[in-house]
């Protein structure tokens, strides 16, 4: 069964904007959020990750909120650039596990 | 710092045939995993290796199989091949555990 729920599948938006991408959990056991960005032609990039113990990370224009009580995260870029166009993986693991990766979502940025 | 280098890149296999694909760790990384990428179904875990032992195994078939060798090379291998095997296998290494892994550019895997 799909351990770690994404959505959307994928996303257009303008330059400037902030895309959302979202992911849902099940197993109260992970205790290592990791989103990756993926390029055509390139394996997956390490971008941001956080820890059930903080509601919030920002690096640059990546921010994750989490929300353990829902069990829930997410991805928000800022001031998105059409740079930004990838695909993107939220991913749930805790320790002597594996990751388990949601199933992408392609964001587009329109110039 | 050299990243993971995955070979081949790309190939081509007839259905029943079988394949070896080869990873090359980040140097000093001793754990290594592989993972199958297809349209829609994300990643999902084939297996990892640490210190030339499996750790932990995904939910794919016997005919997907793995071993690292003493220098924390990896290869793995898809016997009996079906059409459903074609995607995209990345091979990722970390330090220690697989708490921040690094991925290779992947093996593209046709099957026809």
């Known amino acids: 069964q799909q351990q770690v729920k994404q959505s959307p599948q994928s996303l257009i938006v303008q330059k400037g904007g902030i895309p959302i991408i979202n992911c849902a959990y099940e197993?109260?056991?992970?205790?290592?959020f990791p989103w990756y960005q993926q390029f055509p032609g390139k394996g997956p990039a390490l971008l941001i990750a956080?820890?059930?113990?903080?509601s919030e990370k920002k690096e640059g224009r990546f921010t994750i909120s989490f929300n353990k009580s829902a069990k829930q995260f997410s991805l928000h870029i800022m001031d998105s650039q059409p740079g930004d166009s990838a695909t993107y993986f939220c991913?749930?693991?805790?320790?002597?596990?594996?990751?388990?990766f949601g199933t992408g979502t392609s964001l587009t940025v329109i110039p | 710092k050299a990243g993971v280098t995955q070979t081949p890149r790309y190939l081509i296999k007839t259905r029943g045939q079988q394949v070896t694909l080869s990873c090359s760790p980040i140097s000093g990384h001793r754990s290594v995993s592989w993972y199958q990428q297809t349209p829609g179904q994300g990643l999902q875990f084939l297996f990892e290796y640490f210190s030339e032992t499996q750790r932990n195994k995904g939910n794919f078939p016997g005919r997907f199989s793995g071993r690292q060798f003493s220098n924390s090379r990896s290869e793995m291998n898809v016997s009996t091949l079906e059409l459903g095997d074609s995607a995209l296998y990345l091979c990722?290494?970390?330090?220690?555990?697989?708490?921040?892994?690094?991925f290779g550019e992947g093996s593209w895997l046709t099957v026809v």
């Open positions: 197993n109260t056991a992970f205790d290592y």
């Open positions: 991913a749930a693991y805790y320790t002597g596990n594996q990751f388990y």
């Open positions: 990722a290494s970390s330090l220690a555990g697989p708490n921040t892994i690094y």
């Open positions: 956080i820890r059930p113990d903080v």
